[in-house]
């Protein structure tokens, strides 16, 4: 036995990387409100080449939309990273939510004038509901689609589980494209869109779709309640049976963790997320386009998640960010500088799929856990195949 | 056999894999506060028999008797229910949960709450009482001052006892050992000697071991398998002079 062992006395000390609440929620507003100042004071008073190279390189308008892809990325990891889920089609929850977005903040149902805690002005009619409310039907209607949607793959295994929920990514926004005329009614305005969707109103002052700053802090508010959820779950009954089912699940059926509904949850708490985002998502382009919600979607939340490290929040966000980052301004820009250079003329922002493909095959090769791996995930990727069946034949 | 008292009762118990007869008409009685030993060679089907138990295999053909009631085979995710625990071959601890998470996980059945409430955080008691239950059965197997480690950075022989504590944390009737001194050290296996003896008085336990000491030390009876069949049963002492089980088993062995 290891002599380092104490076997009898209880250490006081507590485990690395622990919820710890209080310290990781100071940190995410310093980080927050560091940002934000950065962008409010700092760079405007740079001097020029500095203040370009932040303009091209980081640009403030890219931030918001990378924090939808946080939000998101961060209701998958529940699926895929607790759970061990393959779900390959959680665009479809992004578009559900952005769905009800448009359905409850716009003019779009114009036969009916239905309001609550909305400051748009009454002459104009439709469906028009509070955003924070409406923030709350998106991610339970969404929770409630993650339900259907995994009732049916729940006696599936990895292989099949990721084709079914992959048609399910395919359906949903199908039907959202081509929903202008289901038995004469028009759902989601096709290919159109709907647009625009009411603005946000928060302490008594209506946001006009270019207050961004005040949309920042909304989302951070919004990530930081989805960091919230990831950690508080993890850390109880639930994340507890999730992480006993992705690593043996006939092992945690035999000790009375209820696969079926362990499994439902974590669907229902990741589309919950999937529906924040999509509402979020919706007010942040100011309506929601149903070409928008691709397959491709699904694929970068996926490469966020196994980027950043399965079922670590924070590599999560990391990854989330990074690729965000890199889809929306670090490519374009360094485009722009290699054709600068060169005199050439290629669309670089066009071969971002090279790009995380290639990615995505070194990680695998040479860093299976992530950039930010759940500590413990380490060992167990790096250990070789012999201790994985404890049901042997004797 | 007294057949009036027995917790578990197993009749005639057949279990194919295509042609080969894994386990061929198998009897198999256990009494509460029994020990029973399960021993035999390599492939003689006494993991066979826990995972026809368990719902890991098919059943061809045989019978089930629990507390005097005949029984249908069980599904894996009956047995809690059942009063019935397993300790897996190998370790079989979830490797990215604490030592305290994964004794918790084998305390499901004492855990009132549902999952709905549980994540919305309405579950502090019960949470507090499994962790006490959880503690208490680490502390049994003296590793309480691990609680907070991840099960993955334990050495072999801690994980062996954290097994434990996991199985007998939901204090079931029928506690299923498999191979629990398996790559023990000697300090070790005569631990674990004493624990077994400790654990009896709360559960009736089936033991599948190879060392011939610790069976010998611990159990009450022996069923020897070899080939699928029971070749002889009895007293550990009747069983041991018994010239069949010589042959098959421990002359060649030892």
Redesign the interface.
């Known amino acids: 036995m290891a002599k380092s062992l104490n076997l009898f006395k209880r250490e006081n000390k507590k485990v690395s990387g622990a919820f710890n609440q209080a310290k990781w929620i100071r940190g995410f507003t310093i980080a927050a409100i560091a940002v934000w100042a950065f962008y409010a004071f700092v760079v405007d008073k740079l001097p020029d080449s500095l203040s370009s190279f932040f303009q091209s390189w980081f640009p403030a308008s890219s931030i918001n939309e990378s924090l939808v892809w946080v939000i998101c990325a961060l209701g998958l990891n529940i699926v895929v990273g607790y759970a061990g889920l393959l779900d390959l089609g959680f665009v479809a929850f992004w578009a559900i939510g952005g769905y009800c977005a448009g359905w409850f903040m716009s003019d779009f149902f114009y036969q009916v004038n239905i309001r609550f805690g909305t400051m748009t002005p009454k002459e104009i009619p439709g469906v028009h509901i509070s955003f924070w409310l409406v923030l709350l039907i998106g991610a339970l209607v969404c929770a409630l689609f993650g339900v259907i949607i995994g009732a049916p793959t729940l006696r599936l295994k990895s292989d099949y589980l990721a084709l079914v929920t992959l048609g399910f990514g395919e359906i949903i926004p199908q039907v959202f494209y081509n929903g202008e005329n289901i038995a004469g009614f028009n759902l989601t305005n096709g290919s159109k869109g709907i647009s625009p969707v009411d603005n946000i109103g928060i302490f008594g002052k209506k946001l006009g779709p270019f207050d961004l700053d005040w949309k920042y802090f909304i989302f951070c508010c919004l990530t930081a309640l989805m960091i919230f959820i990831s950690l508080k779950i993890r850390s109880g009954k639930l994340g507890r049976a999730w992480l006993a089912i992705r690593e043996d699940e006939l092992a945690a059926s035999m000790m009375g963790v209820p696969l079926m509904r362990s499994k439902l949850a974590a669907y229902a708490v990741g589309a919950f997320s999937g529906g924040i985002g999509g509402v979020a998502f919706a007010t942040h382009v100011n309506g929601v386009f149903a070409d928008r919600f691709t397959f491709s979607i699904s694929i970068i939340l996926l490469a966020m998640v196994v980027l950043g490290g399965m079922g670590n929040v924070w590599g999560v966000m990391v990854g989330a960010l990074l690729i965000a980052w890199v889809n929306a301004a670090g490519l374009p820009a360094f485009g722009d500088m290699v054709n600068g250079a060169l005199g050439t003329n290629i669309n670089f922002p066009s071969y971002n799929f090279l790009l995380f493909g290639g990615v995505l095959i070194l990680m695998m090769l040479f860093k299976r856990e992530g950039l930010l791996p759940e500590s413990r995930l380490k060992s167990l990727m790096h250990e070789t195949d012999d201790a994985s069946s404890n049901v042997g034949t004797h | 056999m007294n057949s009036g008292s027995d917790l578990l009762s197993i009749k005639s118990l057949s279990v194919n894999f295509g042609g080969l007869k894994?386990l061929n008409d198998v009897y198999l009685d256990l009494h509460p506060g029994e020990v029973v030993g399960l021993i035999g060679p390599?492939?003689?089907?006494?993991?066979?028999l826990f995972?026809a138990l368990?719902g890991?295999v098919d059943v061809t053909n045989g019978e089930l008797i629990l507390n005097n009631k005949k029984h249908d085979w069980p599904k894996?995710?009956e047995?809690?229910?059942l009063g019935i625990?397993?300790t897996?071959?190998?370790?079989?601890l979830?490797?990215?949960?604490?030592v305290l998470?994964n004794v918790?996980?084998?305390a499901?059945?004492k855990?009132k709450?549902g999952?709905?409430s549980?994540?919305l955080?309405f579950?502090k008691k019960?949470?507090r009482a499994?962790k006490e239950v959880a503690m208490s059965a680490l502390e049994r197997v003296?590793?309480?001052?691990?609680?907070?480690?991840?099960a993955?950075?334990?050495?072999y022989?801690?994980t062996k006892?954290v097994a434990i504590a996991?199985a007998l944390v939901?204090e079931p009737q029928i506690l299923l050992l498999d191979e629990p001194a398996g790559g023990l050290g000697a300090?070790?296996i005569e631990w674990m000697n004493l624990l077994i003896h400790n654990l009896a008085s709360q559960s009736a336990i089936i033991l599948?071991e190879h060392h011939m000491d610790v069976v010998m030390n611990v159990c009450d009876r022996l069923y020897v398998l070899n080939f699928g069949e029971v070749i002889a049963s009895g007293k550990v002492d009747a069983v041991r002079e018994d010239p069949a089980v010589i042959a098959a088993y421990l002359g060649v062995s030892h």
């Open positions: 894994a390599n492939g003689a089907g006494k993991t066979t995972n368990c890991l894996p995710f047995l809690p229910k625990a397993r897996l071959q190998g370790v079989g979830f490797p990215d949960l604490t998470e918790m996980i084998g499901s059945i855990s709450t999952l709905i549980a994540a955080g579950d019960d949470e499994l003296y590793c309480g001052g691990i609680a907070d480690r991840k993955n950075s334990l050495p022989p801690v006892r996991r939901s300090p070790d599948v």
